[in-house]
């Protein structure tokens, strides 16, 4: 399996980016995929999941109103959309993909639930 993900650069605080995660070497449409971030001393955390036919999704709550994810089963492609962008936001963005069940867990919002990592983009705010 592997999992790519791109998109993340240097931003303006205020301004967009839009993350692209694609993965091969499993059947990308069957599985829930989730984006996750760190930032230097920190833990990763939960950002946003998306079931495999893209109709369910949930936000961390930093992330509700201003990132949208979304997928593309027919590209084997998933992509976080940033808008609004601030400072705290400066981070390693990783795609994951939730390999252990065609349904979305409970525990969406764990690392632990996910069987498969990018190496992450990185995006980074200027203030």
């Known amino acids: 399996v592997h999992v790519v993900e791109s998109g993340g650069g240097l931003v303006q605080a205020g301004g967009s980016l839009r993350l692209s995660c694609i993965a091969s070497?499993?059947?990308?449409?069957?599985?829930?995929m989730g984006w996750f971030r760190q930032s230097a001393g920190k833990e990763r955390e939960f950002v946003a999941v998306?079931?495999?036919?893209?109709?369910?999704?949930h936000y961390g709550d930093f992330a509700k109103g201003r990132f949208t994810i979304s997928r593309d089963n027919t590209k084997n492609t998933m992509y976080l959309q940033l808008n609004t962008l601030n400072a705290e936001d400066t981070a390693l963005y990783y795609c994951?993909?939730?390999?252990?069940?065609?349904?979305?867990?409970?525990?969406?919002?764990?690392?632990?639930?996910?069987?498969?990592w990018g190496q992450g983009t990185q995006v980074t705010v200027s203030s």
């Open positions: 998306i079931n495999r036919s893209g109709g369910i999704t």
């Open positions: 994951a993909i939730d390999s252990k069940s065609i349904t979305m867990g409970s525990d969406y919002y764990q690392p632990e639930r996910y069987s498969y």
């Open positions: 070497g499993l059947p990308f449409s069957l599985y829930a």
